[in-house]
């Protein structure tokens, strides 16, 4: 991916690519494990970046490519 996660998909990622699922808890909140992460929209880039999948309509796991994503190193 060229351009660098923001901090709330990157919360969500290190948790997906450990294989957790992420659920949409009420309204537009998104939850991992009973915790907050981020929006649906967070989601909806993610999804459109090709690192998570949408599970039927309100969950997601990740991708292949979600699955081997890392956090690069902070400059």
């Given at each position: 991916?060229?351009?660098?996660?923001?901090?709330?998909?990157?919360?969500?990622?290190?948790?997906?690519?450990?294989?957790?699922?992420?659920?949409?808890?009420?309204?537009?909140?998104?939850e991992v494990n009973g915790k907050p992460v981020c929006t649906a929209?967070?989601?909806?880039?993610?999804?459109?970046?090709?690192?998570?999948?949408?599970?039927?309509?309100?969950?997601?796991?990740?991708?292949?490519?979600?699955?081997?994503?890392?956090?690069?190193?902070?400059?």
């Amino acid at each position: 991916m060229a351009k660098k996660l923001s901090k709330p998909q990157r919360a969500v990622m290190i948790w997906l690519s450990r294989g957790w699922k992420a659920y949409v808890a009420y309204g537009n909140r998104v939850e991992v494990n009973g915790k907050p992460v981020c929006t649906a929209e967070t989601m909806a880039v993610l999804e459109k970046a090709g690192l998570v999948q949408r599970e039927g309509v309100a969950a997601w796991s990740a991708t292949e490519a979600g699955r081997e994503w890392r956090d690069p190193p902070a400059e």
